[in-house]
C-alpha cells in the first residue's frame, strides 16, 4: 500500500495498470487497493502543482504565525476549525515552538490579506497575536524545483 502511495504521490496521472506492472502486481489488486484508500480518506485528492508565476494570475501568498489560547477541553482544534473555514485559507499547521499556529492564505493583493488577518483573524476571541509573512518567491513546492538552473556546458580554456 504504501509503495502505491509513494507512486501516486510523485505522479498522479499515472494509472494503476502502470503501477501494477512497476510492482510486479495484478491490476485488479492495484484497482482495489487505491479504492480503499480513496473510501479511507488515505488518498484524499489528486493535486496538480502549477508555477503561477508563469501565467496571468495575479495573487499573493501569506504565512502567518498565530499565537492562540487552546479552547478548554478542546485544545486547538476548535481554534483551527474556525480558521481554516474560510475559503482564503489554504493550509494550517499546529506548531511547536514560539507560536501555535501556521495559517496559509492566498489573497488576490497584499491589502486583502492584512485586511483578512485584521478583519477576520486577529478579532477572534482565542487568538493572542499574529506575525504575517509575505511569500516574494517559491524556488521549490512539494518537493518540485520551479525553475532549475540550466549547466553552462562551455569547456574554460585558459592561455
Do not use: C
Not at 34 to 39: G, Q, S, T
Not at 70 to 94: M, N
Amino acid at each position: 500500500m504504501e509503495e502505491i502511495l509513494r507512486i501516486l504521490e510523485e505522479n498522479n496521472k499515472i494509472t494503476p495498470e502502470q503501477i501494477a506492472i512497476m510492482l510486479n502486481r495484478d491490476v485488479d489488486e492495484v484497482k482495489a487497493a487505491i479504492r480503499k484508500m480513496e473510501e479511507e480518506h488515505i488518498i484524499l485528492r489528486y493535486k496538480t502543482l502549477i508555477n503561477w508565476e508563469k501565467t496571468e494570475r495575479e495573487f499573493v501568498t501569506a504565512l502567518i504565525e498565530v499565537k492562540v489560547t487552546p479552547q478548554r477541553g478542546e485544545g486547538f482544534d476548535k481554534v483551527a476549525e474556525r480558521i481554516y473555514k474560510y475559503p482564503q485559507v489554504k493550509s494550517v499547521y499546529l506548531m511547536s515552538g514560539g507560536f501555535d499556529l501556521t495559517v496559509i492564505i492566498e489573497g488576490k493583493t497584499m491589502k486583502e490579506v492584512a485586511l483578512f488577518v485584521a478583519e477576520k483573524l486577529a478579532p477572534m476571541e482565542s487568538v493572542l497575536s499574529t506575525s504575517t509573512h509575505f511569500v516574494l518567491k517559491k524556488y521549490k513546492d512539494e518537493g518540485v524545483i520551479f525553475e532549475e538552473k540550466e549547466k553552462d556546458e562551455r569547456q574554460v580554456i585558459t592561455l
